[in-house]
């Protein structure tokens, strides 16, 4: 405790680099419980996409479906921060080979709640949901070594 009090207060005698990893060693949360969370967040995210399809067909249902899926998306996004970390997740996301993918699925993301809220464009809004899982699909398949090009072989297989 008195280490602890020594790191906060500035007074650390080994340098701020020792205490200040003592002290975020002590904070983190432990590999079964990151487990748990990722699950929980994991199932959350696809409970509301389910959800947001499920309302898809009430009275104002384009809005819900938009604000339900898109809030899955994110959670299912979200829950692999449990997994490896914030920032460690952040960096990973914005490196080059995830790059495009991360921008057009961030960028799908806040154009479809635009369309459904700003524009009042139903059909906008379900192309945006579309590409919103394919960019998910993009993103999350490039964790996965040499899926991307087993994709791409795949689909130009199939079409050629």
């Known amino acids: 405790m ?11 005698e080994e340098g701020d680099q020792g205490g200040l990893t003592e002290v975020l060693d002590t904070t983190t949360l432990s590999y079964s419980t990151r487990i748990k969370f990722f699950i929980i967040c994991f199932a959350s995210g696809i409970l509301c996409s389910i959800l947001g399809t499920a309302l898809l067909f009430l009275p104002k249902g384009m809005q819900l479906f ?16 449990f ?15 995830r790059l495009l993918a991360t921008c057009v699925m961030l960028l799908c993301l806040i154009l479809t709640l635009c369309s459904v809220f700003w524009w ?8 945006f949901c579309i590409l919103q899982f394919l960019a998910m699909s993009w993103y999350s398949i490039s964790y996965i070594p ?12 199939c079409l050629g």
Not at 146 to 157: E, H, N, P, S
């Open 120 to 127: 009042h464009k139903k059909g906008l809004a379900i192309i």
């Open 2 to 12: 008195e280490k602890l009090r020594r790191v906060l207060g500035g007074q650390d």
């Open 66 to 81: 938009a604000v339900f899926y898109t809030l899955g998306n994110i959670s299912a996004l979200l829950s692999t921060c």
């Open 146 to 157: 040499f899926a991307r090009d087993a994709v791409m072989k795949c689909f130009t297989t």
């Open 83 to 97: 997994l490896m970390g914030p920032m460690k997740q952040l960096k990973r996301m914005f490196e080059p080979t």
